[in-house]
């Protein structure tokens, strides 16, 4: 048996969003028709990142973009559910202590010792498609499970 692949600041981010019950999340927009209804969230990039030098916690801040769109070709734009989405992952930076999480096998177990939002929902225009899109940075501190901080 090998040993587990080292977990990420983009996999610890999308475990955490899954953690929130937002089960349709990912790195990239998939194609519409597979989360016109639900909505879509994905973990972009990661704004800034500095690992400690002195222990393996880590504190990035990544972007979280919030998609929706009308079923079929409707020309409206669905801000509502986009909206929902955001405010539904901003709510859950003020979940104390932050859930626990999961990552995909394969990726050593993890430990969340903050979330937390960095700055307000935001909406971003989308001017060549029919649908809607809301933004937030978020705050994600982990650290591998069984890491001791100032060990």
């Not at 990544?62 to 992952?89: H, M, R, T, W």
């Amino acid at each position: 048996m090998s040993a587990p692949h080292a977990a990420t600041s983009t996999l610890v981010a999308l475990a955490w969003l899954q953690a929130l019950g937002l089960p349709d999340v990912g790195t990239s927009l998939p194609s519409p028709d597979k989360w016109e209804t639900s909505g879509f969230v994905v973990v972009g990039a990661t704004l800034a990142d500095a690992p400690n030098i002195y222990y393996m916690d880590r504190r990035p801040v990544v972007e979280i973009s919030c998609y929706a769109k009308f079923p079929g070709q409707s020309e409206k734009v669905n801000y509502a559910l986009a909206n929902d989405l955001a405010e539904q992952v901003l709510r859950g930076t003020y979940t104390t202590p932050p859930p626990a999480i999961t990552l995909r096998a394969g990726y050593e177990p993890v430990h969340l010792s903050s979330v937390y939002a960095v700055s307000d929902i935001r909406w971003v225009p989308e001017p060549d498609n029919n649908f809607a899109r809301y933004a937030l940075d978020v705050h994600i501190g982990w650290m591998p499970q069984g890491a001791v901080l100032g060990s």
